[in-house]
């Protein structure tokens, strides 16, 4: 069973950096990643970003790819999303997710096939 626990949210203005922490318990197995998702009120999660627990690579989506980084620290477990560049339209509840890595990152394309997931931690911007 895996267990993830995030960190770091607040208030921020418009063009601000915010870095999101989550924290991993339990054994995550290398065809596996570890991301985030965000979900505002009436909306679905979408997925924001990802990273391989065993090799590092990463996914990301289009709408934060130029101003986002995704990283993980193995010897504590822990996956980073820095947030650069803020914008209001990314306020949301951001999510940590683990799941399969699958082909071409597919299961991360849709919530629904994520299995573990944190509570949720706030990140509101400012204009």
């Known amino acids: 069973q895996v267990g993830l626990e995030e960190s770091g949210g607040g208030l921020v203005q418009a063009g601000d950096s915010l870095t999101l922490a989550c924290a991993v318990s339990?054994?995550?197995?290398?065809?596996?990643?570890v991301g985030w998702f965000r979900q505002t009120p009436g909306q679905e999660r979408k997925f924001v970003a990802t990273?391989?627990?065993?090799?590092?690579?990463?996914y990301y989506s289009d709408s934060v790819k130029d101003r986002f980084i995704v990283s993980r620290d193995n010897a504590d477990n822990t996956v980073y999303l820095q947030m650069n560049n803020l914008k209001p339209e990314d306020t949301a509840v951001y999510y940590c997710?683990?799941?399969?890595?699958?082909?071409?990152?597919?299961?991360?394309?849709?919530?629904?096939?994520?299995?573990?997931w944190g509570q949720g931690t706030q990140v509101t911007v400012s204009s």
């Open positions: 990273i391989r627990w065993s090799g590092g690579n990463t």
């Open positions: 339990g054994r995550i197995h290398r065809s596996y990643a």
């Open positions: 997710a683990a799941g399969l890595i699958g082909t071409n990152w597919i299961p991360w394309a849709n919530w629904r096939a994520i299995g573990s």
